[in-house]
């Protein structure tokens, strides 16, 4: 069963995604690529793991890979972002995440510090679904109520599977964010951003999932904040879906990527899951 995930500053319409790489790409451009991949490997280990998969996306668009290289060097200063084009040398500095502290330190609201739980314990699924819209309607978050049978697949799935990488589209190609399940949480940070700080990286959306009234009314309450200086609301609202998609339904092409990625991953390749992505409406 679909999540529905509701953005409660605006009604989201249907956005389809396609893809947007340059065509014409220089041998130059590919060479100082390669070379620049190179050079971090040997300071990542991470990176180092996937880099033939990384450098093999990167060929495809070289030229953006070597600009934000170039920011790093030069250490320029933050530009003016507009809602389709941001400046990734932000994305290059250390610097707090939501709730001011590293990726992995970043303590989360417990429900109760949310809402009242005295008010709720005497309520129906309905009853609270309701409540728990409404009262997230004007904040910038992402919330849903989610079955349980559904958040115990997504559970399940991310014991075997707690990392993995998801695209956005950005101008000049593709944008990879790496997003990692801890307990009833789940945070992502743009891929170029872990790949500078490793776990110093800041998250720039973190998930919690709720679960006092699995046992009794059978429903989990989901919540997630995002970094409005990295990511927009679709843009939050589509690396949730592809979470969904990928952890909570049983579609067979997906949970191949999954295990590539985590158990072959000399055979995972970044194309895959952008087509997954061009494939898929959002609604």
Known sequence: MAIAIRHTLKTLRTIRYQSVFQRNISMSAKLRAEEAIEELKTKNPYFEKYAGKIAALQQTSPDEFLNRLESVEKQKKPQKKTEKERNYSELLRPK???????????????????????LLQDKT?????????????QKDVLVATIPIDTFNLLSKRSKEHAIF?????????????????????????????????????????????YTEFSEKLGIVLMRGEYDKNVISAQEALCLVNQLQLYYSQNNQSKLDLLKKFTHEPDSFKH?????????????
């Open 125 to 137: 699924a309905d009853e609270i679904k309701d409540i728990w819209l409404e009262y997230h309607k």
């Open 96 to 118: 707090p995440s939501i709730g001011g502290v590293a990726t992995g330190e970043v303590p989360f609201k417990k429900l109760d510090d949310i809402m009242k739980m005295d």
């Open 165 to 209: 990488i998801v695209p956005l589209p950005r101008s000049q190609g593709f944008e990879f964010f790496l997003l990692q399940f801890a307990g009833n949480t789940v945070h992502f940070t743009p891929l170029l951003c872990y790949q500078v700080h490793k776990e110093n990286a800041p998250e720039c959306l973190n998930i919690v999932h």
């Open 271 to 283: 194309m895959d899951v952008i087509k997954e992505l061009e494939n898929l409406t959002i609604k």
